[in-house]
């Protein structure tokens, strides 16, 4: 089992609608801002990891530690937004081309998202190759 971890740092963003603009009989559509900094951040970091994208089906592992508020101090989960599955999307888009060929590929996937202790916001990420595995620990009923 091939397998690659690494980490991100900077306050995860979550991948947001593309928003819509029409001007002078014109519409087109973009991402925003934002979301683009961060995927192109994730993108560049992951490239540092994988010299070619995976093949195959692919299991990705993500940690998402975000700010803590005051008024959270002794909490471990984030219970609040932004919504794990956008955070989530942000990430597995931005590894397309780089960790593997396109987000299709993911076939299992898990994803957490905790308060940070000490250290700074970042994401970690593991990508992992299941060319050759039939079933995975925790996915699949035991025999």
Not at 4 to 13: A, M, S, T
Not at 38 to 59: D, R, S
Not at 102 to 113: I, P, Y
Not at 123 to 142: D, M, N
């Amino acid at each position: 089992m091939q397998h690659v971890y690494f980490e991100v740092k900077g306050d995860p963003v979550p991948k947001a609608r593309a928003r819509t603009v029409r001007k002078g009989g014109r519409t087109w559509s973009f991402t925003p801002k934002r979301v683009a900094v961060w995927e192109k951040t994730v993108k560049e970091e992951a490239a540092k990891y994988f010299e070619e994208p995976l093949v195959g089906p692919i299991q990705v592992s993500l940690v998402f530690y975000m700010e803590r508020p005051k008024s959270r101090r002794k909490d471990v989960w984030v219970p609040t937004t932004p919504d794990l599955d956008n955070l989530e999307k942000a990430v597995l888009d931005a590894l397309n081309g780089v960790a593997y060929e396109d987000d299709r590929f993911v076939v299992a996937k898990n994803a957490q998202k905790k308060y940070v202790g000490r250290d700074e916001p970042r994401v970690c990420v593991r990508v992992t190759s299941l060319s050759k595995q039939v079933s995975i620990e925790g996915f699949s009923k035991p025999e």
